[in-house]
């Protein structure tokens, strides 16, 4: 009976060890993020902030050059964690508002990757399905091309982040 619990005792001990160190190698990432944007949220350059608000869901909200934007990220696969690969989802709206120029917003559906590196930087790039909504032209329309406004189109957005988590 000695010996039993002698060796329950290694056991658990070798255990709680084995757990303990494989915890400090996989350190608690960030939960908030700042990143530099083309395309995205941003409208076509812009930053971002974004915060993680559960382990599989994130809210980003971005201001561009000549827009902004909103959205939210899934990370359906796995639990987001530093240094892999996390794939998500999501759904993301931006608004393009230029002075003299074209206004229009997107709402896309991006599926992409993101990094998290241990050295507190993110990484993520996404491609998706796009809706444009154009409500006006960029220029002085003819009354015959101002008819076609506002007017919807199908195409693709993206998004190429570079970022600092705190």
């Known amino acids: ?10 056991g658990f001990t ?4 084995i757990t303990n160190a494989q915890n400090q190698d996989t350190p608690e990432i960030e939960k908030n993020s700042i990143s530099a944007n083309i395309l995205g949220t941003g409208s076509y350059v812009g930053v ?19 827009g902004y934007g909103i959205g939210a990220t899934i990370y359906p696969l796995k639990k987001v964690k530093v240094a892999q690969l996390n794939p998500f989802i ?12 074209e206004n ?17 930087m993110n990484f993520s790039i996404d491609i ?5 909504r154009h409500k006006s032209p960029g220029y002085k329309p003819t009354k015959e091309e101002l008819d076609k406004y506002p007017f919807s189109d199908f195409g693709l957005w993206g998004n190429l982040k570079i970022g600092l988590r705190f």
């Open 104 to 120: 229009k917003s997107a709402a896309y559906l991006p599926i992409g990757l993101t990094y998290f590196a241990k050295n507190g």
């Open 128 to 132: 998706g399905p796009s809706s444009f």
């Open 1 to 10: 009976m000695r010996k039993i619990k002698l060796l329950l005792l290694i």
């Open 48 to 66: 971002s902030y974004e915060r993680l608000l559960f382990e599989r869901v994130s809210a980003e909200v971005g201001i561009g050059v000549i």
């Open 90 to 101: 999501g759904l993301k709206y931006t608004n393009h508002v230029i002075l003299d120029g």
């Open 14 to 17: 070798v255990a709680f060890s």
